[in-house]
């Protein structure tokens, strides 16, 4: 089992940043990849980005490529989302995820996952 634990999230201005951690527990060493996700009401889960535990390559979805970049702390177990140039369109419950099989066609899909975090709200004002 691994839990995770989100925080970092608030209020901020449209083209403000944010960082948000995640912080990993329990069977973290058999970790192969850490994904982050975001829900907006009414809407799916999506992929905003991924990193593998033990070399960094970190995989990101155009739609923040070039503004969020996730990087991590091995000796913490955690795990974070650097936001930058954020826009309304990205509020959202944001998640991070886990999952210990070491494949990378799908790190995309929420199903990837075997765990997840409570989520954390981040709101973007315009």
């Known amino acids: 089992q691994v839990q995770l634990v989100e925080s970092g999230g608030g209020l901020v201005q449209a083209g403000g940043s944010l960082r948000l951690s995640c912080a990993a527990s329990?069977?973290?060493?058999?970790?192969?990849?850490m994904g982050w996700f975001r829900q907006a009401p009414g809407k799916e889960r999506k992929f905003v980005g991924s990193?593998?535990?033990?070399?960094?390559?970190?995989y990101y979805p155009d739609s923040v490529k070039g503004r969020f970049t996730i990087s991590r702390d091995n000796a913490k177990n955690t795990v974070y989302l650097q936001m930058n140039s954020l826009k309304p369109e990205d509020t959202a419950v944001y998640y991070c995820?886990?999952?210990?099989?070491?494949?990378?066609?799908?790190?995309?899909?929420?199903?990837?996952?075997?765990?997840w975090g409570q989520g954390t709200q981040v709101t973007v004002s315009s």
């Open positions: 990193i593998t535990w033990t070399d960094g390559r970190a």
């Open positions: 329990g069977r973290t060493f058999s970790t192969y990849v």
């Open positions: 995820a886990a999952d210990q099989r070491t494949h990378d066609y799908d790190l995309g899909y929420p199903w990837r996952y075997e765990y």
